[in-house]
């Protein structure tokens, strides 16, 4: 019982430093992935680079839910993987541990990735979400010319066309606009103006244009009629909300934001048929059933593992990552599916768990039999078929 106990400390102090290595690989990835907004933060909307770097921070909990599972199984995998070329599951074997008792220290460490992300979609992201929807307002309000840029067609605003050649941020005034409004369908509104100023009025995150001596030309298309309208001064109310992407109004909280006990609220506030009621309970149940995914992901990757010895590391990698794509792509089409109302929002969410246990708990019968999967068959002739490449490249002419 003793070497028992000292084989999976050793096994899961093994997984440690490969998860810590994928942890902060994964979470650079991500965050490169975001460059692109972070730079049209900083150079069109002036957002300060410490103001970017908070809201990193605020984003980092959410990333982090999807990062933990794929770094818990690319752990195992890679442990295994190295235990198995090293011969040291061979010893293991002939000492009488076959691969179910090798189970119980990836079944724990499993679990603490799953309590790690449990506690990251129960109180981390709610925390982020809620954090970074405020930052998002008090940017918004501090800098009341956000998302006007100078000498550039805007369309952030919803069914609007804005040009303004000339913006001083200092005192909020603009100079040379000229709007397309498309919020009419059955007119076309374009307005030109001189010059006009931006002030903010007494609701929270509204922008209000004040345009002076300038003329509204209308066209009524079914009516095949149009006209001019001069005026002194013209006020236009626009939602700052359309700029910052994915925040709700500040009265009407985002579902990611809410803890279970709002969410449940949330649910019993709209009735059956509402599409809000039934993104309200995916919420919930994906806070549940990512975590748990840590666990069935981190027991797929020990047959894998003992399996690909005889492949190069690389495709091991790629496989293993394969399959999280595979459980990645499942649980947006349940997302999808669930957000139209094709499935309910249980099936929605945790469909890819059950099918990627499924899938685990055969390769795992299988490779507990000595028996070949057939992915270890295809990942070798995947090995040999770039070894032979590699040859051809290098021979000399």
């Known amino acids: 019982m003793t070497a028992v106990k000292i084989i999976d400390r050793y096994v899961f102090r093994e997984m440690l430093v490969p998860c810590g290595l994928c942890v902060l690989f994964f979470t650079f990835l991500f965050l490169m992935a975001e460059m692109i907004k972070i730079v049209n933060w900083i150079v069109n909307y002036n957002v300060s680079i410490g103001t970017v770097f908070i809201a990193i921070l605020f984003t980092l909990p959410f990333l982090l839910t999807f990062v933990l599972p794929m770094s818990t199984m690319v752990a195992v995998l890679l442990t295994f993987l190295r235990l198995s070329t090293d011969n040291e599951i061979v010893a293991m074997k002939s ?94 509104v374009t307005i030109v103006a001189p010059s006009g100023a931006l002030v903010t009025t007494i609701e929270k995150f509204r922008l209000q244009l004040q345009l002076y001596n300038g003329t509204i030309y209308q066209t009524n298309r079914g009516e095949r009629s149009s006209n001019a309208i001069h005026f002194k001064t013209y006020n236009m109310n626009l939602d700052l909300g359309e700029l910052i992407g994915e925040v709700e109004k500040p009265n009407y909280r985002h579902r990611e934001s809410l803890n279970l006990k709002e969410l449940r609220e949330r649910i019993d ?54 399959f999280f794509l595979l459980y990645y792509l499942m649980l947006s089409a349940g997302y999808t599916f669930g957000e139209r109302g094709i499935i309910p929002a249980l099936w929605s969410m945790w469909l890819p768990n059950a099918v990627m246990a499924a899938i685990g708990v055969y390769f795992l019968i299988q490779t507990a039999r000595e028996k070949s999967l057939v992915i270890s068959l295809i990942m070798r002739l995947l090995s040999r078929m770039t070894a032979s490449g590699f040859k051809h490249t290098t021979s000399p002419v």
């Open 95 to 188: 000492c009488g541990l076959g691969i179910y008792k090798l189970l119980l220290p990836v079944v724990a460490f499993g679990l603490v990735g799953a309590g790690l992300t449990l506690a990251l979609t129960l109180y981390a992201v709610p925390w982020g979400k809620g954090e970074l929807e405020q930052l998002a307002y008090s940017v918004a309000e501090s800098n009341i010319s956000l998302g006007l840029r100078e000498r550039t067609f805007n369309d952030s605003f919803k069914n609007m066309i804005l040009y303004v050649k000339h913006v001083d941020h200092k005192h909020n005034t603009i100079k040379d606009i000229f709007i397309e409004d498309k919020r009419r369908p059955e007119a076309a």
């Open 269 to 322: 506030l709209f009735p059956e048929s509402h599409p809000a009621k039934n993104r309200a309970r995916m919420t919930l149940h994906r806070r549940f059933s990512i975590p748990a995914a840590c666990l069935v992901l981190a027991v797929l990757a020990l047959p894998l593992g003992i399996q690909a010895r005889s492949t190069k590391p690389f495709l091991s990698m790629a496989f293993g990552l394969s």
